[in-house]
């Protein structure tokens, strides 16, 4: 499984972005795909997952409303797009794959694949 993230840049506060995250194929077939954030000094914080069978999504509060995740499988991409964007959003954006959801959404640290990561910077 191999995943590469893309589309982080500057914007300004109320901006939006969307991440991209490319994966390889049939990755999206099996596997859970979330997206993470460590900002400069902070622990790594999930943003978003996509389960692979149903689609079915998740946010933290911190995000809920703002962003959204989705995926294109014949593109076999995943998508991230994050609206109404704040300063406290500035972080290094990671995409992730694994299997369990589970291990997604509670055990980030045993989380199988990671791509490298993304800056997105939200600053005036």
């Known amino acids: 499984v191999q995943l590469q993230a893309s589309g982080g840049g500057l914007v300004q506060p109320g901006g939006s972005l969307r991440l991209s995250c490319a994966v390889s194929?049939?990755?999206?077939?099996?596997?859970?795909i979330g997206w993470f954030r460590q900002a400069p000094g902070k622990g790594r914080e999930g943003v978003s997952c996509?389960?692979?069978?149903?689609?079915?999504?998740y946010y933290p509060d911190s995000v809920k409303g703002r962003f959204t995740i989705s995926r294109d499988s014949a593109k076999n991409t995943v998508y991230l797009q994050m609206n109404s964007l704040k300063p406290e959003d500035t972080a290094v954006y990671y995409c992730?794959?694994?299997?369990?959801?589970?291990?997604?959404?509670?055990?980030?640290?045993?989380?199988?694949?990671w791509g490298q990561g993304t800056q997105v910077t939200v600053s005036s």
């Open positions: 992730a794959a694994d299997p369990l959801v589970v291990t997604m959404r509670n055990s980030q640290n045993a989380v199988d694949y």
């Open positions: 996509i389960e692979w069978g149903d689609g079915t999504t």
């Open positions: 194929r049939g990755t999206l077939d099996r596997n859970t």
